[in-house]
Structure formats: C-alpha cells, structure tokens
T-cell receptor, first 115, second 112 residues
Framework: GAVVSQHPSRVICKSGTSVKIECRSLDFQATTMFWYRQFPKQSLMLMAT?????????EQGVEKDKFLINHASLTLSTLTVTSAHPEDSSFYICSAEKGIQHGYTFGSGTRLTVV | QKEVEQDPGPLSVPEGAIVSLNCTYSNSAFQYFMWYRQYSRKGPELLMYTYSSGNKEDGRFTAQVDKSSKYISLFIRDSQPSDSATYLC????????????FGTGTLLAVQP
C-alpha cells in the first residue's frame, strides 16, 4: 500500500508564532504532495500543490507568505504557518499519490489551535 | 453550479441496512473516481478507486460509475456502526492534471 505520515497530529501555539507541519511518504517517492485545509463539517479545501525541487503552486486566495511550503526531498513536504493567528486554527491535511493507479493517500491530519 | 454535488446528509440507517451514497458531476472530463471515508478528526481513507464507467466491488463496498449520467454511487452492504463516518466522493480529470475535486461529503450514522 501507500502510507503517508503527518506530524504533529495536534499543536497549540501562541498568536504570532510559527508552526511547522511535516508530511512524509513512507513507502514511496512523491514528486508532488498536496496540502488541504478543512473547517468543521466542511469538505477539504486545496491550499497548494507542493512540487519536489521547485516552488509550490498556491490556490487562489491562499497567502503564499503565510503558508510556506518546502518540498526538499521526494519523501518530505513541510507546511509552515507563519505568524499564526486564531483564524488560522483549522485541520490541515496532506496527501500524495504513489501512482495514478493507486489514487491519493492522505495523512492523518494536524489540528492547529492558535491561542 | 459546483463541479461535484453531494448530499451532505446526515443519513441515519439501522445496522445491517444497505447504504447508498451518491455524487453527481457536471464536467464530462472526469475520468478517475474515488470514495473516501473520514472519521472525525482524522484524514480521509481511500475506500474505492475506479476508472471510467463500470462497477467495482471490494468486500461490503461497491462503487458504480455511470459517465453517461455523470453519476457515481457507493453502496455499503450489511452496514455496521463502525461505518459511521463522513463519506467523500472525489474526481480527477486525467493523468495530465493531478488535482482532486471533492464533493462536500455525506455524514452517515449507522444505529446499532
């Protein structure tokens, strides 16, 4: 199968600080990973596409300076929420695709609470 | 109009019932169709993955795709309380693009 590990699962931070979330593909290499945000009782909202070795592609309305994405290797992408504010509190989920015949595998998600 | 429409529910059924979950879509370019199950505060888990029209069965789950009607379904037989979750349909237009388009999700509750 395809396994994607996301860490941490929960984080509480103070307003104004930065938080880094890691997404790893454990048993396959992923040139592309995706970062989503999910509000309570809503579907997933794609934030950005993370590309190994190049800049991420952000969806319209997503602040690239606030949500920094780094995809430095074929198995690791990171999302850093900079200068976090309470409105950034949400559930963040990453995903990756082992191959088109396998579909997308999601991480277990990170619940961010900014106080 | 959204590209993918899904009834948000909630849908409540007794244990053992057959559950039918559905999505409709407007863009005929969609070729890959997925169903995900998401438990509260967890990431989505891939249940079924189909390409183009047809049926696919895996245990108690059956996925159907009808491209002529732009309609996909997920059937759950002998539903269990552990099936209680949100079910998301998702679609992709082809190998040239890797973005998934999600439905809003249907909340299912299976009552013991």
């Amino acid at each position: 199968g395809a396994v994607v590990s996301q860490h941490p699962s929960r984080v509480i931070c103070k307003s104004g600080t930065s938080v880094k979330i890691e997404c790893r593909s454990l048993d396959f290499q992923a040139t592309t990973m995706f970062w989503y945000r999910q509000f309570p009782k809503q579907s997933l909202m794609l934030m950005a596409t993370s590309n190994e070795g190049s800049k991420a592609t952000y969806e319209q309305g997503v602040e690239k300076d606030k949500f920094l994405i780094n995809h430095a290797s074929l198995t690791l992408s990171t999302l850093t929420v900079t200068s976090a504010h309470p409105e950034d509190s949400s559930f963040y989920i990453c995903s990756a695709e082992k191959g088109i015949q396998h579909g997308y595998t999601f991480g277990s998600g990170t619940r961010l609470t900014v106080v | 109009q959204k590209e993918v429409e899904q009834d948000p529910g909630p849908l409540s059924v007794p244990e053992g019932a057959i559950v039918s979950l559905n999505c409709t879509y407007s863009n005929s370019a969609f070729q890959y169709f997925m169903w995900y199950r998401q438990y509260s505060r967890k990431g989505p888990e891939l249940l079924m993955y189909t390409y183009s029209s047809g049926n696919k069965e895996d245990g108690r789950f059956t996925a159907q795709v009808d491209k002529s009607s732009k309609y996909i379904s997920l059937f759950i037989r002998d539903s269990q309380p552990s099936d209680s979750a949100t079910y998301l349909c998702a679609m992709r237009k082809g190998s040239a693009t890797n973005k998934l388009i999600f439905g809003t999700g249907t909340l299912l509750a299976v009552q013991p």
